[in-house]
């Protein structure tokens, strides 16, 4: 069964500090995976789109990383701010279909404090 | 920021209502989406649209429909709501291509009494 599995569910942290987040899934075969951040009310807004042959991507304090032998990847937030207070996203696509099926992952909620 | 609509932001209405949830894009997009969200779970696909005049059913069964006349616009309609069609009704639309990333509306939180 397809499956996309974040960890840790959730996560506080101090504002400055470093973080990372953890995704491991189960899709194949695999066309791309892709972090989103969802601000509360708010629709997921895309970080990052990673491909089999990339095994890393930045997007300003996100970096992405992707090990798609152990199905793997991960989000380190540098430097966090107040406003990364959010649920991370973890998406993968499979290549089974012309739409490119979407797996979702339930999230991982971060609050920053002060 | 994307170009993506979403109305009304917040709904509440009573059961057997009929209710349309608006989309609307202005990038252009062929491919539109519509998913479902409760609290602290995965989004679920229920339609999606690859242009004008396409409609398919998702991977979550749902008894909405959508319509998709003009290729900004993609409406999701429930004939006759009740309180377990309370959720969080996402909107998304993308360019085509696998490695294209959705854009998504700011939703629209659906509450049936």
């Known amino acids: 069964k397809n499956q996309v599995e974040q960890s840790p569910q959730s996560l506080i942290i101090l504002e400055g500090k470093n973080c990372t987040l953890q995704c491991n899934y189960t899709v194949s075969p695999f066309s791309n995976l892709r972090w989103y951040k969802q601000d509360t009310g708010r629709g997921p807004v895309s970080l990052t789109i990673?491909?089999?042959?990339?095994n890393t991507k930045s997007n300003g304090r996100y970096t992405a990383t992707l090990d798609a032998d152990t199905k793997q990847s991960s989000l380190h937030i540098t430097a966090s701010q107040l406003s990364d207070s959010a649920s991370y996203i973890c998406?993968?696509?499979?290549?089974?279909?012309?739409?490119?099926?979407?797996?979702f992952g339930r999230g991982t909620q971060l609050t920053v404090w002060p | 920021e994307a170009d993506i609509y979403q109305t009304p932001r917040y709904l509440v209405i009573g059961t057997g209502k009929k209710i349309t949830l608006e989309c609307s894009q202005t990038m252009g997009h062929d491919k539109m989406y519509w998913y479902q969200q409760d609290p602290g779970m995965e989004l679920h696909l229920i339609h999606y649209s690859y242009g004008v005049n396409s409609t398919e059913k998702g991977d979550l069964s749902s008894e909405s429909t959508v319509s998709r006349i003009r290729t900004e616009h993609f409406p999701l309609t429930l004939e006759s709501a009740r309180p377990s069609h309370t959720s969080q009704y996402l909107c998304?639309?993308?360019?085509?291509?696998?490695?294209?990333?959705?854009?998504f509306g700011d939703g629209t939180r659906l509450s049936i009494l």
């Open positions: 998304a639309s993308s360019h085509g291509g696998a490695n294209q990333p959705q854009h």
């Open positions: 998406v993968v696509s499979d290549r089974g279909s012309t739409l490119g099926r979407l797996y």
């Open positions: 990673m491909t089999f042959s990339e």
